[in-house]
């Protein structure tokens, strides 16, 4: 018998969770960890343009990679895919299709599809997809794994009370205050076993109201594209529920600087391609010229406004 009675916890949501019917993972990481353990994955082809964690998952794992270009519309490009290979397709800011993601899907035979930059986005029937949540809300862990493979072992219960102030102190307090708890304990995956997504975070996730996340994500984003249409050197097209808005500038470190200089975090995503591949790559220039721009379910008109006033002061030639 649990405890009855005493002091009352945090309530129990009963809200509808998006991804309800996908398996509830500790990270994105341990999605892909699960799939190449029940898979029995050897072979991995994964974009030059991808974060460290998941080539050195592979590597960790004795898979063998090879790696494959993107294009300015972030859809893979010279892929050479061997018969027992899969293709790693990544997501990336929810700019492919459900159409174009159809089109890998049927010309490879392994496909697991990365919507890591795209909660909103349904998976396709029978293709294994991941999802991770600390992109979109505020929660310690958690991310959803759609597929049919199994693994006859059991596991254990992420346990994250212990992680959860980083994500209080920001709400009543300065993100900076809390910065380094919060890189701490992005560091913590790297080294976690695959793990059931936390109670505490499943519950939180489902008290979030989806619809209104959702629509006010789209409108941020849609107000920033109107914004910077015919600026952005990204060929990029507009989409429902965005991650962020990826402004593509010329020298985008020093815009970088002057948006942090106002306040306005805006990171350097996978900056370890900086250290892999030639600088007149694209994906170099993707890495270090990409600004994504916030426009999650926290700000409204007024803080895409001051974004954009920011932007256009730096970016004098705009005007």
């Not at 294009?71 to 299709?97: R, T």
Request: glycine share 4%; with cysteine.
């Amino acid at each position: 018998m649990k405890e009855i009675g005493g002091y009352i916890e945090l309530d129990t949501y009963t809200g509808t969770m998006l991804h309800e019917k996908a398996k509830a993972l500790n990270c994105g990481r341990n999605c892909l960890a699960f799939l190449i353990e029940a898979r029995e994955i050897k072979k991995i082809a994964l974009p030059f343009f991808l974060c460290d964690s998941v080539k050195n998952l592979c590597k960790k794992k004795n898979v063998e990679i090879q790696y494959y270009h993107i294009d300015n519309k972030f859809l893979p490009d010279d892929i050479d895919i061997k018969e027992d290979e899969w293709l790693y397709l990544v997501n990336f800011y929810g700019q492919l299709s459900k159409d174009q993601i159809k089109e890998y899907v049927k010309k490879y035979k392994y496909v697991i599809v990365d919507q890591a930059q795209a909660y909103f986005e349904y998976p396709i029937q029978n293709v294994d997809t991941i999802y991770t949540c600390r992109k979109f809300f505020g929660v310690p862990d958690g991310a959803f794994l759609y597929t049919n493979a199994e693994l006859e072992r059991d596991f254990p219960y992420d346990i994250s009370f212990e992680r959860m102030r980083f994500l209080l102190g920001r709400y009543e307090k300065s993100a900076s205050e809390f910065y380094n708890e919060y890189t701490a304990n992005n560091k913590l995956f790297s080294e976690e076993d695959i793990k059931r997504m936390s109670k505490l975070t499943n519950n939180l996730l489902h008290g979030i109201d989806y619809g209104v996340v959702k629509e006010t994500r789209t409108k941020n984003y849609e107000y920033l594209f109107d914004a910077f249409s015919g600026k952005n050197k990204l060929d990029i097209k507009k989409i429902q529920g965005a991650y962020a808005y990826p402004l593509y500038v010329e020298n985008g470190e020093k815009l970088r600087k002057k948006l942090i200089d106002k306040k306005v975090f805006v990171p350097k995503l996978w900056p370890n391609v900086l250290n892999e591949v030639s600088e007149d790559s694209i994906e170099y220039k993707l890495a270090d010229n990409i600004i994504p721009l916030p426009c999650d379910q926290r700000y409204g008109e007024k803080e895409m406004r001051y974004i954009v006033d920011i932007i256009y002061e730096e970016e004098k030639q705009w005007i």
